[in-house]
């Protein structure tokens, strides 16, 4: 970046609540994994990556946030609270996709399959290029169940998607491979690097006109169905 801006990141799209700030070249971040941890701990995460940084709430220059696709919940509370610190900091947000930051954590270059349990018997996903330069999209994010998820030996998969769904892609010859809790679910570090390139790009987006991605639009249907 041209100059160091003081961003916070705030990712709540799974059963992990994280939270990072960075104050110059350093980045601090706390991470819990558990269901449904977001109302109980992300405000002392705040806080706390705040204090480890020395910062207040004033001096961030960004907040940002992980948009989706993800939990309805932990986004809505992620994004609430993201806003509430961006009225309070007098600052913008960004918004970063969930997807993203977990292909950023596959921990490889090549063809990566980033996906997320999206309940009900499917899966978000979306298909990336990695490479030393960054993500490049090989198409757009999508839903459905995990047999229309295109998945074969041929993909580096991360993300909590594929292994709640592990016995089904068994079914189908395929060896979902043990994944790290780094490559299970996204964390803020990852959301707050994608975060500082949309800074320098310029994608910024009012407080008062963030809206999540959630990528499944009859989420209200199927869950009456059930």
Avoid at 9 to 14: G, K, M, R, S
Avoid at 57 to 85: K, M
Avoid at 181 to 187: N, V
Wanted: proline share 3%.
């Amino acid at each position: 970046m041209s100059k160091s801006v003081n961003i916070l990141a705030i990712e709540t799209a799974t059963n992990s609540c994280s939270v990072a700030v960075n104050s110059g070249d350093e980045v601090y971040q706390q991470q819990e994994i558990g269901q449904n941890v977001h109302s109980r701990v992300l405000l002392s995460m705040v806080e706390a990556v705040l204090n480890e940084a020395g910062l207040s709430v004033t001096e961030l220059d960004a907040v940002a946030v992980s948009e989706g696709p993800g939990s309805f919940t932990g986004l809505r509370i992620g994004i609430g609270v993201a806003q509430g610190l961006a009225y309070g900091a007098r600052c913008p947000m960004i918004g970063v996709s969930s997807l993203d930051a977990l292909a950023l954590q596959a921990g490889t270059t090549g063809n990566v399959k980033a996906g997320i349990d999206a309940r009900m018997g499917e899966i978000y996903w979306r298909d990336y290029e990695v490479t030393d330069k960054g993500l490049a999209y090989l198409g757009p994010a999508q839903v459905s169940e995990p047999q229309a998820t295109g998945v074969d030996q041929g993909w580096q998969l991360v993300g909590n998607g594929w292994s709640a769904y592990a016995d089904q892609f068994a079914e189908m010859g395929l060896q979902v491979p043990q994944m790290l809790d780094a490559q299970l679910y996204p964390a803020a570090k990852s959301v707050l690097a994608l975060a500082q390139i949309k800074y320098e790009a310029g994608e910024l987006i009012d407080a008062a006109d963030f809206v999540p991605v959630y990528v499944r639009d009859n989420v209200a249907k199927k869950a009456g169905e059930k």
